[in-house]
Structure formats: structure tokens, C-alpha cells
């Protein structure tokens, strides 16, 4: 009843002011501008003093005060209510008033903004709503975002850039007193580096939408470094983001076993794509187009090349794809801790055949499919714990066992990707801690995982390795110039920053 009460006096208050500025001369009106009902800030654009000697011929539109203080719904004008409903004494009392406190306060407050930060569970309606916005009006603005960017979208950790009108309130005639709760005006949220979303308030009190479109620079570069201590630690040393090295490291693992090849003294080179603003900052990283690995004095380059259009692969320079029908190591970041063959178990205390190879890791470290294939089975099993079977084809498939839980999606029948993530390292099952327990199964039983024969991958025939050749000698010349800039940068009283000018301006297309 109060609400009803408040929206009706809010409703003819806002058309007695405006029965009285038209029977008022213009000097005697207050002084208080009431024009178009709102600006593009979403604030009532007639929010400006004027003087009393302005001259405002046409009768001022007050009806934003009854829109803008919840008289949205036209429930004055629903319920008959009008002048004639009140008594002659009433509506003298009325005319004779001045204009309601909080009207002025009301009208001059400043836009504010607050950022709020997305938590894992949190909407973007919950976050209008908890941050004091009304759920009619949170839903609007969602209404008008969501055809630029879609809602679901949110990740944790995104900031929101929340714009409003701070609370206020508003006393009327007969007693009426009203809260207003905080008024958007506009969101902004960055979903990528390259892309911002906004919503604002447009002319009518609803919300457009729009997203801003960042331009960035594509610069290639070639990075690498001497192993001394571990692959990770010299990969950051030489400034290069963990992506790129990962994206190496999967490409490798066809060949290399990243636990035990990987000595003092090998190396390793990089050439991928930096993503810069229009600062120079790096905010992305792009694709990697070579890598090499020199392990014990052999080295091993790998070219990327699309051989059909949208797929992508690493090849040899003799055109033969890396990948292999199995990884070798199927965790990243692991110590094999336990071989393949006859050993003393560790919980029965007698020897037993250890049909399978063991990498110590973290709980919750991920298990990457060793290859692509079917899921047989994804369920508990016995001694083995929490276990995945995959078959990759009519001879081989895998087996993980010991996991602290299993991937979501990853049940009997499923299809899985190389390289897809199907559980996490864990000590469930007959287990002394936590680690991968590793098998390969070839047409039934288990074999040694580290020394079965994998079939090799893709190779590159006719029309399709010849273009290969021609990329891959165009990336060759590519990587000796960036060689070149990286020598220059490195003698006596050059600099970086100075060599890295001199590449711009001889090779733009690379620098």
C-alpha cells in the first residue's frame, strides 16, 4: 500500500509541477532546469541551474521524476488518480509547494564506479544485484549485453567496471517519502585483449550495447636457451610464456622423454608469435612456427605446416608428422619412479611383475590421453583406484590408474583427443602415494611402455611436401635473421632496443 501510495503521489507531483510551471511567468518558476528526461549518462539531462531571467516559453517535461523514481509502470495514471481526486484544500496545499527535499541532491548526483571481480559460481545477475542495482534493471542492461557478448561467458577472475548513481531519496507532499536504490548507467567488461563490451543508458532509459575492437601487432620472434638446471626454469629465464613452451613440449613428447633425455648442456629454440598493443606491451602469444631440440649433440627442428586448411601439425624437414599414434609420457612435469618388469612390491612386500611405468607427480596434477581413441571404461577398479582404459585403435590402448578423480565428460564411449586432459594424479587403489600408474595394452596385454614400436604419423607426399619445402626454407631464412638481430643485441654497447629498430626498419615483416 505504501508503495502504491509513494508511486502515486511521485506520479502527480510530477504533473501538478508541470500544471504550475505553465501557469507561472517564467521568472516566478523554480529555478531548476526539467527538459528531456535523460542524457546518454543515463542522468536526467535537465540537471543544470538556470537563471531567472532564462527564457523558457514552452511548458518543462517533469515526467522524467515520476519514470526516474519507479513510477515505470504508469500506476498513476492506472489508478484514475488526478487532480480532480483531491479535495480544493489538498490541492492548495500542493500548488503551494515548494519543491520536494532531495529533489536538487537528487538530480546533481555524480556518476560513480565500482569494479567488482567474478568468483567461480557468481552471474552477472548476481553481481548487479549484490553490488545494489534493481533486478528489473540488472536485467535489462543483461538483455541489451547480450547481443554483443554472452553472459554465460563469465570466468572467474574477470573484472566488471560497474557505472551508477549513487542512492537517494525523496520527500513528498502528504508525508510520502521514497527510496531510490543505485541507478546503472553502465557496464564494462574485457572478455579478451582485443576486445572490450559495454553497455550504457542510451536516450530512452534503456541500455545499447557496443564492443570496442583493440588493434594488435603480430611480431614473430625466435627465443631459446642452454639447459643448465631444468627446461622450465631457462624457458622463463629467456623470456618465453609458458603457452609457447607447452605447445614444444606436447610437440616433443612423440619423441622425447622429457624426464629422463634431457641432460646438462642440451638446448632448445623457439620461434612463435608475440601479440602487442598499441603501447608495445605483450598481451598474447600467438602460434609457434618452429622448435628445435638438441639433445646429446642431435638436434631436432620441427616446422608447423597445414597440410588441409584449419589443421595444423609439426613436421620433420624430411616431412614426416611428430605425432605418433601414443605419447610416451602421458604427465607433464612427473618422475618416473618405478619401471616396467619384475619388482618387490611396495605394499605386498613380494616380488611381483609391474606391468606398467610410474610417474610420481602432485595430487591434482593432470593426465593428459596418451593418444586419441575411445574410452573403454571410467569408473573404479579394484586395486587400480579410479582408472581410464582408452582403445586407439584394433591393437593398442591405454591405461591410468591411481587417480584422485576422473575429468568431467570422460565416462565409457567418449571420445578423446591427444592430449585432452581425462583425470588428475592422485593415491586411490592399492597405493603407497600419489602417482600415475602408466600402461600400454597391445592387442590385450601389457608391454613396456617405453620400448614398444609406435607407429609414425602423417608423411608428407607430392604437391602437399612441396609446399612444405618452400615454408619451411622461407622460416629457415626467417630464423637466421632473427639470429642475426639476437647477435647484434648481444655486443658490446648495442642495445636491445636499438638493434630490435634496425630489424624494424630492414625486416618488417618479421620484426
Excluded at 542495482?133 to 538483455?143: D, F, N, V, Y
Excluded at 600419489?434 to 611402455?449: A, D, R
Aim: net charge neutral; proline share 6%; hydrophobic share 35%.
Amino acid at each position: 500500500m505504501a508503495g502504491m501510495a509513494a508511486a502515486l503521489g511521485i506520479g502527480y507531483f510530477a504533473q501538478d509541477l508541470a500544471a504550475r510551471d505553465a501557469q507561472q511567468p517564467v521568472t516566478q518558476r523554480p529555478q531548476i532546469a526539467a527538459t528531456a528526461p535523460f542524457d546518454q549518462s543515463g542522468k536526467p539531462s535537465g540537471v543544470q541551474s538556470v537563471s531567472a531571467s532564462t527564457s523558457i516559453e514552452q511548458p518543462r517535461d517533469w515526467s522524467w521524476l515520476s519514470r526516474w523514481f519507479g513510477d515505470n509502470d504508469g500506476a498513476s495514471r492506472q489508478a484514475g488518480f488526478s487532480e480532480r481526486d483531491l479535495d480544493p484544500t489538498t490541492y492548495a496545499h500542493l500548488a503551494a509547494t515548494r519543491l520536494p527535499e532531495g529533489v536538487v541532491q537528487a538530480m546533481q548526483r555524480e556518476p560513480t564506479e565500482q569494479v567488482v571481480t567474478v568468483k567461480r559460481g557468481d552471474t552477472l545477475m548476481k553481481l548487479l544485484v549484490d553490488a545494489g542495482i534493481e533486478r528489473g534493471e540488472a536485467h535489462q542492461a543483461i538483455e541489451g549485453l547480450s547481443s554483443v557478448y554472452d553472459p554465460r561467458q563469465l570466468r572467474p577472475g574477470q573484472d566488471i567496471t560497474l557505472t551508477f548513481l549513487p542512492p537517494a531519496s525523496l520527500k513528498l507532499p502528504l508525508e510520502i517519502e521514497v527510496e531510490r536504490k543505485s541507478a546503472l548507467l553502465g557496464l564494462a567488461l574485457q572478455p579478451s585483449v582485443e576486445r572490450e563490451v559495454q553497455v550504457r543508458r542510451d536516450g530512452n532509459g534503456g541500455f545499447a550495447a557496443e564492443q570496442i575492437e583493440f588493434p594488435l601487432q603480430t611480431v614473430t620472434v625466435l627465443r631459446g636457451g642452454r639447459i643448465n638446471s631444468s627446461l622450465y626454469e631457462t624457458a622463463i629465464e629467456a623470456g618465453i610464456p609458458i603457452a609457447a613452451l607447452w605447445e614444444m613440449v606436447r610437440a616433443f613428447s612423440f619423441d622425447v622423454d622429457f624426464q629422463r633425455d634431457i641432460q646438462p648442456g642440451d638446448r632448445f629454440d623457439i620461434m612463435f608469435e608475440e601479440l602487442r598493443n598499441e603501447a608495445g606491451d605483450v598481451v598474447n602469444t600467438g602460434a609457434v612456427h618452429y622448435a628445435s631440440m638438441t639433445l646429446s649433440g642431435k638436434t631436432m627442428p620441427i616446422f608447423r605446416f597445414e597440410p588441409r586448411p584449419g589443421e595444423f601439425d609439426f613436421f620433420d624437414p624430411r616431412g614426416e608428422s611428430v605425432r605418433k599414434a601414443l605419447l610416451r609420457t602421458p604427465i607433464d612435469g612427473a618422475r618416473l619412479s618405478s619401471g616396467y618388469g619384475m619388482r618387490k612390491h611396495p605394499i605386498l612386500g613380494y616380488g611381483k611383475m609391474h606391468r606398467g611405468i610410474d610417474f610420481a607427480a602432485p595430487t591434482g596434477t593432470p593426465i593428459m590421453a596418451a593418444g586419441s581413441g575411445t574410452v573403454a571404461k571410467a569408473e573404479w577398479f579394484g586395486a587400480y583406484g579410479r582408472y581410464v582404459q582408452i582403445r586407439h585403435n584394433s591393437e593398442f590402448a591405454t591405461a591410468y590408474a591411481h587417480m584422485s578423480r576422473i575429468a568431467p565428460g570422460i565416462r565409457a564411449g567418449a571420445r578423446v583427443q591427444q592430449g585432452q586432459v581425462i583425470g588428475y594424479v592422485g593415491t586411490t587403489g592399492r597405493s603407497t602415494g600419489p602417482h600415475l600408474h602408466y600402461e600400454v595394452l597391445k592387442g590385450g596385454g601389457q608391454v613396456n611402455p617405453m620400448s614398444v614400436k609406435f607407429p609414425t604419423g602423417e608423411k608428407l607426399e607430392g604437391k602437399d611436401f612441396a609446399r612444405f619445402q618452400k615454408e619451411r626454407q622461407g622460416m629457415e631464412r626467417q630464423i637466421a635473421e632473427l639470429r642475426r638481430e639476437m647477435q647484434v643485441a648481444s655486443r658490446p654497447g648495442s642495445s636491445s632496443r636499438s638493434a630490435k629498430a634496425a630489424c624494424r626498419e630492414e625486416q618488417p615483416d618479421i620484426c
